[in-house]
């Protein structure tokens, strides 16, 4: 089985711009979830989709949002991008409902400039 | 809301034996482990739940103390692979059929020849 799949790999974008990145999850896995993490700061929980609904929701401002799509695939989108939102942006995919077991990308890293 | 992890970091040689703890302050359903090293994405290692089960996984295991809401993740005899970030995972049931899952800040460990 093909693993989880995001893209881009890399983006340089510059303040005030916005961004979309997109996350292809593992055949069959509905759950789709997206992190952002920088140094220090661990993972840190955007929001979470399964069956195209939002199921979950960080502590992130309304300029990030996402979606999720009836084949499981999902995008991410910054908009009015700040220099603190560099960072590496991780999508995982799961199974279950419960007992989530995440199943990451490798990432997107994203730099501000 | 996120997990403590401690340390926030170790170095070890190799052979020697770690210990990482993880506490939260709210009722789990389930803890999670994973490992990510350097420039790759987190790895799944194992999940625990309720019932203050132990799991193992080659010489990592790992406990479950449901009552004071409180993980370990134990590393026996070292070797220079288990060099990484170890992060706990928190799982609550959040209304319904919603489970949510919290990552911690990350413990760094360093494994030295």
């Known amino acids: 089985k093909a693993g989880v799949t995001q893209t881009p790999r890399y983006l340089i974008k510059t303040r005030g711009q916005q961004v979309t990145l997109s996350c292809s999850p593992i055949?069959?896995?509905?759950?789709v979830s997206w992190y952002q993490q920088t140094p220090g700061q661990g993972l840190q929980f955007l929001f979470e989709?399964?069956?195209?609904?939002?199921?979950n929701k960080g502590n992130f401002p309304g300029r990030f949002s996402g979606r999720q799509f009836s084949n499981s695939r999902s995008e991410m989108n910054v908009s009015t991008l700040e220099l603190g939102d560099s960072a590496l942006y991780l999508c995982?995919?799961?199974?279950?409902?419960?007992?989530?077991?995440?199943?990451f990308g490798a990432g997107t890293r994203l730099s501000v400039l | 809301q996120q997990p403590v992890q401690s340390p926030q970091a170790v170095i070890l040689r190799e052979g020697e034996d770690a210990v990482i703890n993880c506490s939260s302050s709210?009722?789990?359903?389930?803890v999670h482990w994973y490992r990510q090293k350097h420039g790759e994405a987190p790895v799944f290692l194992m999940i625990?739940?309720?019932?203050?089960e132990q799991k193992g996984h080659d010489k990592i295991s790992a406990s479950f103390n449901e009552k004071k809401q409180q993980s370990s993740l134990y590393l026996t005899a070292s070797q220079l692979s288990y060099s990484g970030t170890y992060f706990c995972?928190?799982?609550?049931?959040?209304?319904?059929?919603?489970?949510?899952?919290?990552f911690g800040k990350g413990t760094l460990l360093t494994v030295n020849p």
């Open positions: 995972g928190t799982e609550i049931a959040s209304g319904g059929s919603n489970y949510k899952l919290t």
């Open positions: 625990l739940l309720k019932g203050g």
């Open positions: 995982a995919s799961s199974f279950e409902i419960a007992k989530n077991i995440q199943y």
């Open positions: 709210k009722a789990l359903y389930s």
């Open positions: 989709y399964f069956s195209e609904t939002q199921r």
């Open positions: 055949s069959g896995h509905r759950s």
